[in-house]
């Protein structure tokens, strides 16, 4: 089992940037890749950006890609996002997820474990 805690969200002006954490507990986490979703109201849940085990293979969504980084600290079992250049439409409950595969994948499907989420809010 793992167990993922988000955090670092809030309600932040287009334009800003927002760094959001998940910290892993469980098991191995340098053998985890790591995803982030995100799900506005009313839509399904969407892929934000995923990371392979060693941290060198990322693969983003068009609508991130130049803005947010995914990056993770395996000392420290922590994924982070870092969003920049927000806009309105990135608002949403942004989610992290965990699966013992070593490749990133854009399915959540493709993912076994989940935080709770945490809300992100950008106004405009």
């Known amino acids: 089992q793992v167990q993922l805690v988000e955090s670092g969200g809030g309600l932040v002006q287009a334009g800003d940037s927002l760094r959001l954490s998940c910290a892993a507990s469980g098991r191995t986490f340098s053998n985890y890749r790591l995803g982030w979703f995100r799900q506005a109201p009313g839509k399904e849940r969407e892929f934000v950006a995923a990371i392979g085990w060693s941290g060198d293979n990322t693969h983003y969504a068009d609508s991130v890609k130049g803005r947010f980084t995914i990056s993770r600290d395996n000392a420290k079992n922590t994924v982070y996002l870092q969003m920049t250049s927000m806009k309105p439409e990135d608002t949403a409950v942004y989610y992290c997820?965990?699966?013992?595969?070593?490749?990133?994948?854009?399915?959540?499907?493709?993912?076994?474990?989940w935080g709770q989420g945490t809300q992100v809010t950008v106004s405009s």
């Open positions: 997820a965990a699966d013992s595969g070593l490749i990133p994948v854009a399915t959540p499907g493709g993912y076994d474990y």
